[in-house]
Each structure stands twice: as C-alpha cells, then as structure tokens.
C-alpha cells in the first residue's frame, strides 16, 4: 500500500468513526430518555401517592420527555466534544501539555534526551517530514511514545521517561519509526477527531455526578435530580463502553501497519522486537499514570490502560501478536530485565555526544548524487522520473543511512544554530541572502535595523557555511530549524515572518525556490501563530482545480530554460499523468500566468484535494522535471517543496541510485 493509499484509507477511516458515534449517540439517546420516563413517573407516583389516586401508568411515547432526552444528550455530547476538540486544536503539542510532557530542549547534554533528538533527526531528514517537536513524559515509568498533530506542521512526538531510559538506540529507532508512520500515514488527525468524540461520550456522566449532589431549596419538595444524576453516572459508563469500543475499531489495525512501516524503514525488526519485549517483561509495562490516559491511549505506542473485558475493548493487540507480526522466529520468551542494563543504555547514550565528522555526501537539493569513498568520488546518478513517486512517504533503511550520514557531516555550528529558535532566524535568513556582495550588504542593514545588531552579526557569520551546505541540504536544513522556529513568541515570530518577506522581495525579483522555501516555513509555523483552524478535504475530482494543476507544471516546466520548445516538451511529458479526461487536459501557461501569486493560490487550493489528486499531480510534476532524462538540482529541490506544501513527505532523491 503506497502513500496516499493509506492516506486515503485513513480518511475513510474517519467516516466509520463518525457512524460509531452517531450510533453511540442514538442508543446513549433512547437509554436517557426511557431512564427519563422512570424516573418522572415515579415523582408523579409520589406526588399522587392518596388512596383515592388512579395509578400512574408509564407510557412508552413522551414527545415533550424524548424531545427533552434528545436536545439534552446532543447538547452534552456536541459541547463537550466542540470544547477537547478546541482545546487541541493547537495539535500536537497541546496532547503533549495535556499528559504533563516537557519541551526537550533542542541544545539538551542529558545523554538520553540527546539520543532521542538524534534519532528523530535523522527519521525527519530521511523521510522528508519537518522536524517535529520533542516531548519527554517526566512522570511517566512505562516504556510508551505518541505522535499527534493535525499534520506535520503541527506535530509532536512524546516519549515517556521509562522509553529513553530503558531502550537501546536501536530500539528507540524502532518506537520513533513506528510513530513517523503514524505521521505519515494520516493517522494523526484521526486520533485528535477521536479524543474529542470520547471527551463528549464521558461528558455524561460528569452531568451526573453534579445533579447527585443537587439539593432542593425545601426539604419538603420532590427533588429527582440526584435520582437523574445517578442515573446519568451509570449512562456515563455505556458512554465509556462506547468510547473504548470506537478506539478499539479504530486503532488496532493501525497499530500492525505502523509496526509494518517502520520495520520497512529501518529494516531493523530486532529494534521495534525488543521494544516491544521489553513492554512485555517490564513491571510498568506500557501503562501511563496520567488522568488523561483513558481518552489518549488509542495514540500511544503501547496499550496505556490494563486490559479490561479479556482485551476486547484493548486500543491495541497484544504483545506477542505484535512481535510474532514483525519477527516470527521469537519464541515467545520475554528475556529478563537487569539492572545493568540501564547502565549499558546510559553508556551507549554518551557515545552520541562523541561523533567523528564525516565528509559530507553530495546532494543535490536532497539528491545523493556522489559520495566520497577512500578520497574518490562516484560518479553521478541518474534519476529517473518514475523512480521518484515509489519512495514517497516510504523511505528505505538507505534514506536512513543518508540521513545518519548527512547529520553527523554537518557542521555543528550549523546544527546548533537549528537547534536554537532565535538562531534558526538567522539559519532562514543566511539561506535568503543575496549572493551579489553589494545586495548581501544592503540586506545585512536591513537585518541589523529591523531586528538587532546580534541577529546581524550572526547571519553575516553563518552566511559561508550556509551557502556551502545550501548547494547540497537545503531542504534538510530548512526542516530542522522549523522544530526550533516553533518555539518563538508571538512577536518574534510576526518580526520573522516580515524580514523574511522583506528579504525575498529586496531584489524585486522571487525566485521559484525562494517563493517555495517562504511556503514552507510558513505552511508548517502557520497552525502555532496564526490560529487557524485546520484545512479539511474540499476537492474531491480534479475538474474544479485543472487550472491550478495547469499554474504548477507550467512554473515548474520554465525553470532552467527559455526555450520555448524544450519548455512545451516538459510540459507535454507530464500533464497527462494528471490523469484528467481529454477535454480538461490543461494547457501551457506564459510565464507571467503563473507567478508566485498565482502559485501561492493554486497550491492552497491544492493542499484540500483528496489524496489520489496529490498523487496524480506529483507524478506529473515528477515527469515534467525529467522530462530531459535527468533531474537536477533546482528541479529537485522544487519537487520536494512542493511535495511538502502539499503534506506529501518526500525523502531525498537518488539515494536509491
């Protein structure tokens, strides 16, 4: 199953969440209004208790009580859920403040927390997503992790203290490539859907809790509101009923596939095995503390609540099915624990701090496209067009190498400024400055007056190092800062955004790529600063949006020449893999219809097509850049990003060559 399969399949997915619920809904309804007639009908019982009273018969239809039960229930649910679903609509980091996570400093010397940086990295590098932002559950002894976010420009990774601590490097590979599929895979948006329905299912018996202790003015008056909140608290648990039985559907499958990708990815089964045996001898297990777990375990690695009903209701399938799934020569031994091994994890941890610098590969726009081996390098590979949509959203154990490669080669000074949010401005500004001497100084004052005379100094000091790894890492570079650019202020963040936009413009001129770098940055920074409410699927056939596709493959067929002819062919090579019906194929637009105005909107209107659009529409920006045999460094770059924009992870080019 490729990439926008599975995208695809976890947006159908969301349609049987939405009939679970409005199922639970419909029985939570009848239950509320028949408990209702009971309970009216016994104070009507009372309140005409006289011997000469005819008896009071219960009929089953009560417009006036089922239309009461109906609003009541739907008011309940509905407001409960719309208040969890607002409280997370910040993504993923709102899940991580909710289960008490900390912020694990990007420039952090505790071993552990280094370990975990590293490999989320290089997982970040390798697949082409931006670097997430880094959770550690104090609090929490269990081995367990999380990715949550409505998409990667808002997503989060957490781990739980017991995770770093207990697992080796190759082990904690395993969890965080199992938690990237999650990202990858379209499952986070589901789960956060999820957490609000559940929230509205248990809201319930809260009600009831608080009609218990209610208390008439007059100790002689009937009161049945203490009788309703008890009944309430005993719907509240067929509310839990239901919310553990939607979890259940909806997650346990996810959790074998995730399990699946990244034993794809790493091609390490011995990794993602051990964790999970681990779990399985550990005391705490996978278990979680925090009050929240019960609506948030269906997210975590590991089953976060015990096992009730003999695991029917479970989030996720047991351990040894899971482990039997990815590695079937187990033999269904958990090994024992040692306490030595929390020192061996420890000792390995520190061997992260201690990296010998490698040379680093040549890349072209995240394109492998030599290495140096013994002081010769190899000879440059061809990349074919239709070798590039395979790989996307499925990164390989050779994307991983590169990435691990790529990491440690990389100078640390440029590493560290990633690392830092203020730095990262400058990392983003050094990547826009002027290559003309004359130009860079103009905008070096602009820098200095807008921002500060330290921002300056420091972009005018990366600036050599910037420019040498840019020919080569652009993107990969572009994408760890984005985790520190997260953690910028408010007002930081409003000064960055515009000294940006000024620095693209200063030359009255935008290059393609530094439209897509501003879109890039700003489409995953966007969910944090500017508040707005996650995109949903509007486009569900391509008609209404030909003329988009038309503005993205004329841009992308005019970069690097001015030959009206080569031009035409490029084009020509990849509009029919948009797969449109002959009348709608779009034609060549002129260069000055498809600037970055008119790209700006066709990719926002594109990011709300449904995944086999996207996936129709790289594979034809794919072709229309290979179109001559070989795609080259600005080609590439200018695919990856507009892959990004449209939340279609693509890992670099040409490692498999």
């Not at 969301?14 to 409005?22: C, E, P």
């Not at 056939?541 to 038309?550: E, Q």
Request: proline fraction near 6%; charge should be neutral; charged fraction near 20%.
């Amino acid at each position: 199953m490729d990439f926008f399969a599975r995208q695809d399949q976890a947006r159908r997915r969301t349609k049987w969440l939405v009939l679970y619920f409005a199922l639970a809904v419909v029985l939570l309804i009848a239950a509320v209004y028949f408990i209702a007639l009971i309970v009216f009908a016994g104070v009507q019982a009372k309140q005409h208790h006289g011997y000469d009273a005819a008896p009071v018969q219960l009929l089953l239809w009560n417009p006036k009580v089922f239309i009461g039960a109906t609003l009541g229930v739907l008011a309940v649910i509905f407001i409960g859920s719309a208040y969890k679903t607002n409280e997370l609509s910040a993504g993923g980091s709102a899940v991580a403040t909710l289960m008490g996570g900390r912020l694990v400093n990007q420039n952090t010397t505790d071993p552990n927390e280094r370990k975990l940086l590293n490999v989320v990295e290089e997982m970040a590098i390798a697949s082409g997503v931006a670097m997430p932002q880094v959770y550690v559950l104090d609090r929490e002894p269990a081995v367990n992790a999380f990715a949550a976010g409505h998409n990667t420009g808002d997503a989060a990774i957490g781990v739980t203290r017991g995770c770093i601590e207990l697992l080796s490097r190759d082990e904690l590979q395993g969890v965080i490539g199992h938690e990237f599929s999650h990202i990858m895979n379209g499952d986070m948006r589901l789960n956060l859907r999820l957490i609000g329905i559940i929230f509205g299912l248990l809201c319930l018996a809260t009600i009831g809790r608080i009609l218990l202790y209610a208390r008439s003015s007059s100790s002689r008056d009937k009161n049945p509101l203490p009788l309703l909140g008890i009944a309430l608290i005993i719907l509240g648990a067929i509310g839990v009923f239901f919310g553990r039985l939607i979890q259940a559907a909806v997650s346990r499958q996810r959790e074998f596939l995730a399990d699946a990708s990244s034993v794809q990815f790493t091609r390490n089964p011995g990794g993602l095995s051990g964790a999970l045996q681990k779990i399985g001898r550990y005391s705490y297990g996978s278990k979680l503390e925090s009050e929240h777990a019960p609506d948030l375990c269906h997210m975590f690695f590991g089953n976060g609540l015990k096992s009730s009903m003999f695991g029917a209701l479970a989030t996720h399938p047991p351990i040894p099915d899971r482990i039997h799934a990815i590695d079937p020569a187990w033999d269904g031994i958990f090994p024992p624990l040692k306490a030595e091994q929390f020192e061996t994890v420890k000792r390995a941890a520190l061997s992260e701090l201690k990296h010998d610098q490698a040379p680093m590969p040549h890349i072209l726009g995240g394109i492998l496209t030599g290495a140096v081996i013994a002081g010769e390098t190899t000879r440059l590979p061809v990349i074919h067009s239709e070798a590039v949509m395979p790989h996307l959203g499925n990164p390989t154990p050779l994307h991983l190498k590169y990435a691990e490669a790529m990491r440690e080669a990389m100078p640390e000074n440029l590493r560290a400024t990633a690392r830092e949010p203020l730095d990262a401005t400058t990392l983003i500004y050094a990547l826009l400055l002027s290559h003309d001497d004359g130009h860079r100084a103009e905008q070096l004052a602009e820098i200095k007056s807008r921002v500060s005379d330290s921002v300056a100094a420091k972009t005018t000091a990366l600036y050599p190092d910037v420019t040498a790894v840019a020919k080569r890492a652009r993107l990969p570079l572009v994408n760890l800062a984005i985790g520190a650019l997260r953690n910028l202020t408010a007002e930081q963040f409003e000064q960055f955004s515009k000294m940006v936009e000024w620095l693209i413009a200063s030359d009255d001129q935008i290059e393609l790529f530094e439209f897509v770098l501003q879109k890039i940055v700003f489409h995953h920074l966007g969910p944090k600063f500017s508040h707005v409410r996650p995109a949903t699927v509007q486009f569900y056939t391509l008609k209404p949006l030909v003329p988009d596709c038309a503005v993205i493959l004329s841009a992308l067929a005019q970069v690097g020449s001015e030959n009206a002819g080569e031009i035409q062919k490029s084009f020509a090579a990849g509009a029919p893999f948009l797969r449109a019906p002959v009348n709608l194929l779009p034609g060549l637009l002129p260069r000055e219809q498809c600037g970055v105005e008119a790209l700006d909107t066709a990719l926002n209107r594109l990011m709300l097509a449904v995944p086999i659009i996207k996936k129709n529409l790289l594979e034809a920006c794919a072709r229309v850049v290979g179109a001559d045999g070989v795609i080259l460094e600005g080609e590439a770059e200018l695919l990856r990003a507009v892959a990004d924009t449209l939340d279609c992870p693509m890992p670099p080019l040409g490692v498999e060559a």
